[in-house]
Every structure is written in C-alpha cells, then in structure tokens.
C-alpha cells in the first residue's frame, strides 16, 4: 500500500484535517496539541473499518495505491450521534452506526456507490445488506475489491511514548500458544522468507524465525543494533535443540555486553534498546507495500539511535513512513522535502508542505526559519 492523498472528518468531536498529500517518508512536525497524532490515528481507524469497524460520526476520503500500482480511492460517512453514554453497552444496538454514503473507485472507475437505502456494485444493486460495515469487510472476497482491505492490513502503528510489550495487538489464541512456554518449530521445516514477513507473528518471533533460518538477515539487523549501542558486543535468540524440534523461549531475545560476563535477557534489556532492536527489525521484515506510522518518534529511542533509524528510514523505498516529532534533532537530520508543518485552528487541522512555506536551501537555515515561523512556534490558533 502507498497513501498518496487523505482527508478525514470526526464529525461527533467536530474536528476534521484537511487533504494531505504523501510520499515515501513524511515528517508531521508542529508544537504539542496541533493534531499529529490524532493524524495517524485518523489513519489507522480507516484500517478498523475496512475489517468491519463502525464508527460514530467518521467521514474519509483516502486515495492509495496497491504493490501492483493500482489506484483506489475510498470514499465513506457515518451517520453522527451525539450524547452517547460515556461507557457503552456493547450489546446496545446504539453503538452500531450507519453508513450514510460510501464510493470505491479503482484507476478512476466507479466499483461501488452506496446510499442510505441502495449498494450499487459494478452498476448493480445488491442484495441487502449489513447498513453498519463498510463494503470493503462486506464484499471483501471479491477480486476488485479484496486488495483494498489487503492494503489496509498492511498498516502498522508504532507508538514509541508507551511502554515496550512484545505481546501487544497479537490475538488470544496466538497468546494462549504462547504462554504454553515454548513455540516448537518441525527442524526440517523452513518457512519462506516472504511468508516470515507477510505473517501477523509478532515482530519478536519473526526475528527468532530469520535467527534460525536466515542468518544473513538477523546479521544485518544485529549490526545496525550494535552500530547505535556500541557498549553491546553480540545478540542471539536462546533456543532449545532436540532431536526433532527447535523451540525458541517466550523471551528469546539476549545480548552480550562488552565487560560484562552473562548475558542479558529480553526481559531484562532496557525498554529504549528493545524498541529500537523491534523497530530495525520491523523496517527489515515488513513486506513490500507496508505503512509504517511512528508516533513521536523520538520518545524511549534515544539520540544515539536516530541517525541509524533514519537512514533506514530512507533506504527502504518499498515501505512507506509516515512520523511526527517536535524534536529538533530528528526535524534536523531528515531532509527538509519530507516535512510536513501541522497547525490546528479550532477543529480544523491543516498541513503545509515546506517547499509552500519559503524556507532557505540549506537545511540548518530552513530549520532556523521553520522554528520562527508563526505556524510552527504558534500552531494552534484559537480565535
């Protein structure tokens, strides 16, 4: 997937951002409260209801690309309903909300125009169905249109400001597997290296599974690592060998730091060097066609890592990053064509690329300007 073009609309909380363009990499910079974050998650709710979410008052317009550069545009309402309890019941028909208009066009043809009573596919009414769920879940097994919700799954949100968890977001029964304290792999069985990446393992037990099999890679990733932690001298991923199984432990990640004698354990290595050892690792084992939203990039990563991360950043032209940060550091070490300056007037979020603010050439004087700039050291205008 490659978002070329969103524009998102919360209508209960009365707040919307305008249309942004995307390339490759984007930078979302502003001061704290302008929106960056309410930014990525606008794009990550598209990600819920194209897998049947239904959201309260939630209007889009995405326009995106698929691996195979075909163009879709996606288009969607919910009805708005305000005064709703604080905690809802989740058995209350209250909290199922309508769709009240959906488009899907792919390379600028109509696939599907859906009003409050009709779904129109390929210029046909359907049958009826379910006015709650996007036809993205709902006639998701159709070769149009399966692609789209196969793009949205390729979304990945990082959120750097919260503690590290190697178990979030993996589904209970892949837990249940796990808390039985080993995963067991057959030793003549090797999984291929594209089925590793495009898998919904967590990012932990994919390094183990290119550990096992793919040196060359867990290589690469260790060296970067060590290349921002310098104090550490080697990574491994424990594992117990039998005759007929390797098992890798609930925790298999350990690193050697240099004077010190015993190795350290995943759940002892610190939450700043494990985020940044999953991040690598994200970076180098998500499948072509992944978008990868990092939420202030800066927090728990340290100084030491971002230049490393960054060149990663660049380097991987097939997935696509898009960032926020305040920090001066990062805005200052990634090129000045990815920034994109985000200010809020009221509930109205806006984002302006650099190259539309007039700043200097080089990049130490744009950021000069930039943190001069009324829309960047303001941001938030409240008349």
């Given at each position: 997937?490659?978002?070329?073009?969103?524009?998102?609309?919360?209508?209960?909380?009365?707040?919307?951002f305008?249309?942004?363009?995307?390339?490759?990499?984007?930078l979302?910079?502003?001061?704290?409260?302008?929106?960056?974050?309410?930014?990525?998650?606008?794009?990550?709710s598209?990600?819920?209801?194209?897998?049947?979410a239904?959201?309260?008052?939630?209007?889009?317009?995405?326009?995106?690309?698929?691996?195979?550069?075909v163009?879709?545009?996606?288009?969607?309402?919910?009805?708005?309903?305000?005064?709703?309890?604080?905690?809802?019941?989740?058995?209350?028909?209250?909290?199922?909300?309508?769709?009240?208009r959906?488009?899907?066009?792919?390379?600028?043809?109509?696939?599907?125009?859906?009003?409050?009573?009709?779904?129109?596919?390929?210029?046909k009414?359907?049958?009826?169905?379910?006015?709650?769920?996007?036809?993205?879940?709902?006639?998701?097994?159709e070769?149009d249109?399966?692609?789209?919700?196969?793009?949205?799954?390729?979304?990945?949100?990082?959120d750097?400001?919260?503690?590290?968890?190697?178990?979030?977001?993996?589904?209970?029964?892949?837990?249940?597997?796990?808390?039985?304290?080993?995963?067991s792999l057959?030793?003549?069985?090797?999984?291929?290296?594209?089925?590793?990446?495009?898998?919904?393992?967590?990012?932990?037990?994919?390094?183990?599974?290119?550990?096992?099999?793919?040196?060359?890679i867990?290589?690469?990733?260790?060296?970067?690592?060590?290349?921002?932690?310098?104090?550490?001298?080697?990574?491994?991923?424990?594992?117990?060998?039998?005759?007929?199984?390797?098992?890798?432990?609930?925790?298999?990640?350990?690193?050697?730091?240099?004077?010190?004698?015993?190795?350290?354990?995943?759940?002892?290595?610190s939450?700043?060097?494990?985020?940044?050892?999953i991040?690598?690792?994200?970076?180098?084992?998500?499948?072509?066609?992944?978008?990868?939203?990092?939420?202030?990039?800066?927090?728990?990563?340290?100084?030491?890592?971002?230049?490393?991360v960054?060149?990663?950043?660049?380097?991987?032209?097939?997935?696509?990053f898009?960032?926020?940060?305040?920090?001066?550091?990062?805005?200052?070490?990634?090129?000045?064509?990815?920034?994109?300056?985000?200010?809020?007037?009221?509930?109205?979020?806006?984002?302006?690329?650099?190259?539309?603010?007039?700043?200097?050439?080089?990049?130490?004087?744009?950021?000069?300007?930039?943190?001069?700039?009324?829309e960047?050291?303001?941001?938030?205008n409240?008349?």
């Open positions: 997937m490659r978002i070329k073009r969103v524009a998102f609309w919360d209508n209960k909380l009365e707040w919307r305008e249309s942004i363009d995307f390339s490759n990499l984007a979302l910079i502003g001061v704290s409260g302008v929106g960056k974050t309410k930014i990525l998650k606008g794009i990550l598209l990600k819920e209801i194209a897998n049947g239904s959201l309260n008052g939630i209007a889009w317009d995405i326009t995106f690309s698929t691996v195979n550069n163009e879709y545009r996606w288009q969607g309402e919910f009805e708005t309903k305000k005064n709703l309890p604080i905690i809802l019941d989740e058995e209350d028909e209250n909290n199922e909300f309508t769709i009240v959906e488009h899907l066009f792919k390379d600028g043809n109509l696939l599907i125009e859906r009003t409050p009573n009709d779904i129109m596919f390929k210029g009414t359907t049958l009826k169905l379910s006015p709650f769920q996007s036809v993205v879940e709902i006639l998701g097994r070769e249109i399966s692609p789209v919700q196969q793009a949205f799954n390729q979304i990945l949100y990082s750097n400001s919260s503690s590290v968890n190697a178990f979030d977001n993996i589904p209970q029964r892949v837990l249940s597997l796990l808390s039985n304290s080993n995963i057959q030793r003549n069985i090797t999984l291929d290296l594209e089925s590793i990446k495009t898998s919904n393992l967590p990012t932990f037990v994919k390094l183990a599974l290119i550990a096992s099999d793919y040196s060359q867990f290589n690469k990733i260790k060296r970067r690592f060590i290349d921002i932690f310098p104090q550490v001298k080697d990574v491994k991923i424990e594992t117990i060998t039998d005759n007929d199984n390797t098992s890798f432990l609930l925790f298999p990640i350990q690193i050697k730091e240099k004077n010190v004698n015993d190795w350290i354990s995943q759940n002892n290595i939450s700043g060097m494990l985020k940044t050892l991040l690598i690792t994200e970076i180098y084992l998500s499948p072509e066609g992944t978008v990868i939203l990092i939420d202030e990039f800066e927090n728990s990563l340290g100084v030491n890592c971002i230049d490393v960054t060149d990663l950043l660049a380097e991987n032209s097939n997935i696509q898009i960032l926020t940060s305040h920090h001066p550091y990062i805005i200052n070490n990634i090129r000045m064509e990815y920034w994109k300056v985000v200010t809020r007037r009221g509930g109205v979020v806006t984002v302006k690329d650099a190259k539309d603010l007039n700043l200097g050439k080089s990049k130490h004087q744009a950021f000069t300007q930039l943190i001069n700039l009324d960047y050291s303001e941001g938030i409240i008349e």
